[in-house]
């Protein structure tokens, strides 16, 4: 079930079952593990996304509506049932 805030959109599109590495679809965040216990955002962790940062990755987002603005040709919209409520 994908019934988790994604960390970085906040939509629905994060699973239990995920791991390290997967992409998901509506912002292009790469699961680095440990997202939701960071002490601070600002800092990159260094993993799958590089030197991506949750903050940077977050205002990235709004921006561009993927976490790069590279990936944004890439990404799909949420489905209406997984949007965040934000
Ligand atoms: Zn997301």
Not at 15 to 37: K, L, Q, S
Not at 59 to 74: H, I, L, P
Request: proline content about 7%.
């Amino acid at each position: 079930m994908n019934n988790h805030p994604c960390p970085i959109c906040r939509n629905l599109t994060f699973n239990n079952a995920d791991e390290i590495g997967d992409i998901y679809p509506v912002c292009f965040w790469e699961m680095e593990g440990g997202e939701d216990e960071r002490e601070d955002i600002n800092l990159p962790a260094f993993g799958p996304n590089g030197e991506l940062s949750i903050a940077q990755a977050r205002k990235n987002y709004v921006k561009y509506g993927a976490v790069e603005e590279r990936f944004k040709s890439q990404v799909r919209l949420p489905r209406e049932s997984k949007k965040a409520s934000l």
